[in-house]
């Protein structure tokens, strides 16, 4: 899987890197991404990208990224196995935007803008 080479340079390999999102619950539920899979994925792909943000919602407005969370759903992810041994494998995905949410309406204003958008310019 690792042996495709980029077209620009003959001798750079490409990586495959797996986007896994974060487990919604204290407890990992059958269809969250546990250690379990981490382990099994390991030896096919380069790399992990564990989405931490999106903690929030219109329907329960707050902060988007909290490093309680992360840390929280980080250790969720690692586990107590062996999986702990693949923590180098993984790219924390670090949110650069907010949301500002409508709390009346239950959206965010980003939705309420392409509303908005739609209705006046399509």
Known sequence: MHSVSSSRNGKQYLQLVYVIGPPYAEKLQPHDF????LQSLSDDVDGFSFMTYDFSSPHNPGPN?????IRFTLQILLGNSG??????KIFL?????GNDFVISEGTSLYFSFIY???VFFL
């Open 34 to 37: 546990g250690p379990e899979d």
């Open 65 to 69: 990224a909290p490093l309680k969370w």
């Open 83 to 88: 999986a702990r041994a693949l923590a180098n």
């Open 93 to 97: 995905g670090i949110n650069f935007y």
């Open 116 to 118: 908005l958008l739609h």
